[in-house]
């Protein structure tokens, strides 16, 4: 994994492989306050025996057998207001990489897991830092099934279950990971917010289609209509329309 050479600028050039390790995210995090926090860094692991999710969930992956790792961006072009921007372009850069690798039926869970056929496939936690008015450091935390064939969570799948193929390099797919990641994040970086948003829009999981969700008040049927600017989801219910933080909505499943 040490030796894997991205067609990229800067993301991946400088790379720190750890066969096993507790979370990718806490380690780029301590590079970064060690000072060594190069733009463009990846730490990457085969085995995370702390890994974190969303929502202060655990994030567990068998070992050797997805991507598992966290890529250190300085987006100092952005205002922690606009942290959910860098969320976008992540996001879209994860589905170009699975949409090249032919997979059908991609989508993005608000706000930022990757879907496949109504099943979780990926997961991204993006852990910034702020220096003034500006963004300084984001540690962008990316975890992606891609040969793992069980799980315990049965709303859960992988690249190679959806796509019926066989066992699929881990190296060559990180090395094309770089390179889409790389693409939105120099997208957004030269000003092209606008078209990252509408592409999230388009590709957002139930987007537009009336489904059920659970809020403080209980469950009722509604339909996204977007997000805001800070990232809060719009969702137009029965009688009024609403913004929603990350721990003020679920989505249910039937
Ligand atoms: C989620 O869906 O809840 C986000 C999951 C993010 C998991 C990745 S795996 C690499 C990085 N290190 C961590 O500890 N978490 C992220």
Known sequence: MNKIQPKTLFVGKNIVYLPTCHSTNDIASEKIQNGEGIDGTIVITDHQTSGRGQRGNTWEALK????????????????????????????????????ANGTEGISIKWPNDIYINDKKAGGI??????????????????GL????????????????VETGSAEMPLDA??????????????SLKNGHKEEIKKKYLEIMFRAGRLS????????????IRGVDPVGKLIVEGEITEKSYDIKEIEYLFD
């Open 173 to 186: 797919l990180v090395e094309q990971l770089c390179f889409y990641l790389e693409t939105a994040y120099l």
């Open 64 to 99: 050797a057998q997805n991507i598992t790792m966290s890529l250190i961006l300085k987006p100092s072009f952005l205002r922690p207001s606009e942290q959910f921007d860098l969320n976008m372009a992540v996001s879209t850069g994860i589905y170009q990489f699975f949409k």
């Open 125 to 142: 936690l993006i852990e910034s830092t702020i220096s003034g008015n500006n963004l300084n450091y984001s540690v962008i935390g990316i």
């Open 212 to 223: 059920r969700f659970r809020d403080e008040n209980g469950t009722f049927l509604g339909t």
């Open 145 to 160: 099934n891609i040969n793992q064939n069980s799980f315990s969570n049965p709303r859960a799948t992988s690249l190679t």
